[in-house]
């Protein structure tokens, strides 16, 4: 079996990272892989020093490119995929329906976000594809709701390398690195800096922390447009001193264990892969109830969920973990056992293998 990836993410993480892993593991299973990607891209650059894939890069600048379509036909063409298989959004979606069109080709999309889109863009969008698989089953049921039939989808959930993340915490190694007293308490979140992710409700819950709990920190893990706004916003409420602006990490199977506490007000959420990251480490977290974040943050389980924009509901949940560590301890465990059991690698992979198959077999039998 010959499937041809279609990711357009820059950076190796997120959706770029489970393509890693699914690719990875297809090869490890006898299936011939090969990736069309932009150039200079994160994930073209890592498969370009292995053997699980051939790397394709081609122009992509953004929705409108239509070079992407000529670039994912072009493909096709030399290499006669049996499968297409559509992983990122960013135009890749709408050309490569229409690459698959052209070619009769069949083809995948695998849909990682939950913002709604109308009932006629989802109905001819996702209709030009022999299967969609969601991540979560809360994307799923978004696009049901938008007019995709229910046996046209699947949910396929996402994974993280559980062993990756089992690490124990190298205090000495955390301190050093962000510069924190021996005695405090540390929360992180992990997000780009978009206006969905809900940075301002996490620094106002801080905010409101200050005088009331245990000594904490709060540290921002990733990077975006916003950042600058978050750090001004930031510096009007007092809080530099404790809120630091760690950037993007590679490190964060060595950083998260570290960490007491996860907190992620998102507006909307497909899943939250960092959210998995964080359970896999042993690490509670207090989360939004939208999307599919309840999927993997279980309320009273392994974290604490509360109503998306509800800054005192979400003061009071970190307020409450901060102050009980055997609480924090028994969620954390019970995350990690989730993890193990729902979100591994190989379940994701053969998740998308039986999808393949399924798509396949009709043809075959034809």
Known sequence: MRILHVETGRHLYGGALQVRYL???????????????????????????TRFAEVLEIPCRGDLDFRLLFGILAAIKGKR???????????????????????????????????????LVSRIKYGAYKKVITISEGIKEVLISQGVKEHHVTCVRSAVDASEYGKECDREWFQAEF???????????????????????????????????????????GQGPLEQAVKDMTERKGLEKRVLFAG???????VLPCLDLIV??????????????????????????????????????????????????????????????????????????????????????????????????PRAAG
């Open 23 to 49: 690719i990875e593991g297809l090869f490890q299973l006898g299936i011939e892989n090969i990736l069309v990607c932009p150039k200079a891209s994160a994930i073209g650059a890592h498969f370009s020093k």
């Open 81 to 119: 995929p049996d499968i297409l298989h559509v992983h990122s959004r960013r135009g890749a979606d709408v050309w490569g329906a229409a690459a698959a069109y052209i070619s009769k080709t069949p083809s995948i999309i695998t849909r990682r976000v939950d913002n709604p889109e109308s009932r």
């Open 179 to 221: 510069g924190l007293p021996g005695n405090c308490l540390v929360m992180g979140m992990i997000a780009q800096f978009i206006e969905r992710k809900g940075h301002r409700y996490v620094l106002d819950a801080f905010e409101a922390l200050q005088g009331s709990g245990p000594d904490s920190y709060l540290i921002f893990f």
């Open 248 to 254: 993007y990490r590679e490190d964060l199977s060595r």
């Open 264 to 361: 992620h007000p998102a507006l909307m959420e497909g899943l939250g892969v960092s959210l998995i990251q964080a359970a896999a480490s042993g690490v509670p977290i207090v989360a939004s109830r939208v999307g599919g974040i309840p999927e993997i943050v279980r309320h009273e389980v392994n974290g604490l969920l509360v109503p998306p924009a509800d800054t005192g509901r979400l003061a009071s949940a970190m307020k409450r973990l901060l102050e009980h560590g055997n609480l924090r301890k028994e969620m954390g465990e019970k995350g990690r056992r989730m993890v193990q059991d729902e979100f591994s690698i190989k379940a994701m992979v053969t998740g998308n293998l039986d999808v393949y198959k399924g798509v396949l077999e």
